[in-house]
């Protein structure tokens, strides 16, 4: 069974650096045909797509937020971790990771269960 | 202001079929494949819909699919209370380098 676990804090303060982990299990992330992006969700709001890796390293970031974010993977932790600076009360929001497939950036499946992050002083 | 285009809301009755639809442009919908994932309360996405008409293992028939030219649609047929639930397209852009999202349809079941 595919799952995956975000872990981060639920506070920060606005101006400092966010980061968040990906836990996953039942697949690895040395996998070549498998990847795993963030995706996030304003409160009452869209989802938006931040960032995906793959395991050769492969990176790709949002256009619109790509100098605030860096994503890497601890393969022997099976863990992807994405680190975004520079926080505004405006990236309040549940940060999800989910699983993808190579060549099909778009087949989120599963998800984690999301984990909230409030942006305040 | 979300580069796919969804109506907000729709709503329909138990047994009824209502459709979703999504509108997007060339670089997107146009060019690649359209994925729906369904949103119940409180919970994280569910993939619904891959690959513009695919059903996931364990999505009941009563969802499919479709999509022409710039536009797609999520068509739920025999409509039940549990379909209440938020639905989102999405496809990869190619001008954004990056997949893109609708804003989302709250469904309703009267």
């Known amino acids: 069974q595919v799952t995956l676990k975000e872990s981060g804090p639920v506070l920060v303060k606005p101006t400092e650096t966010l980061t968040l982990t990906c836990t996953v299990s039942g697949f690895s992330l040395s996998n070549a045909r498998m990847g795993v992006s963030w995706v996030r969700q304003p409160p009452g709001k869209a989802l938006e797509w931040l960032a995906h890796?793959?395991?050769?390293?492969?990176?790709s970031y949002s256009t619109s937020l790509k100098s605030r974010l860096t994503i890497s993977k601890d393969t022997s932790k099976s863990q992807v971790v994405l680190t975004m600076t520079n926080m505004d009360p405006v990236d309040t929001a549940t940060y999800y990771c989910?699983?993808?497939?190579?060549?099909?950036?778009?087949?989120?499946?599963?998800w984690g269960q999301g984990t909230l992050v409030t942006v305040s002083s | 202001q979300s580069v796919l285009t969804q109506p907000p809301s729709a709503s329909g009755t138990p047994g009824q079929r209502v459709t979703i639809s999504c509108s997007g442009s060339s670089s997107n919908i146009g060019s690649n494949y359209v994925y729906w994932y369904q949103q119940l309360p409180g919970t994280a996405p569910k993939l619904l819909i891959y690959r513009n008409n695919q059903r996931p293992s364990g999505v009941p028939d009563r969802f499919s699919g479709s999509k022409s030219g710039t536009s797609a649609s999520l068509a739920i047929s025999g409509l039940r209370s549990e379909d209440e639930s938020d639905y989102y397209c999405?496809?990869?852009?190619?001008?954004?380098?990056?997949?893109?999202f609708g804003g989302g349809t709250k469904l309703t079941v009267l």
């Open positions: 890796i793959f395991s050769n390293d492969e990176k």
């Open positions: 999405a496809a990869w852009d190619d001008g954004l380098s990056g997949p893109v």
């Open positions: 989910a699983r993808i497939r190579f060549l099909d950036f778009v087949w989120f499946d599963p």
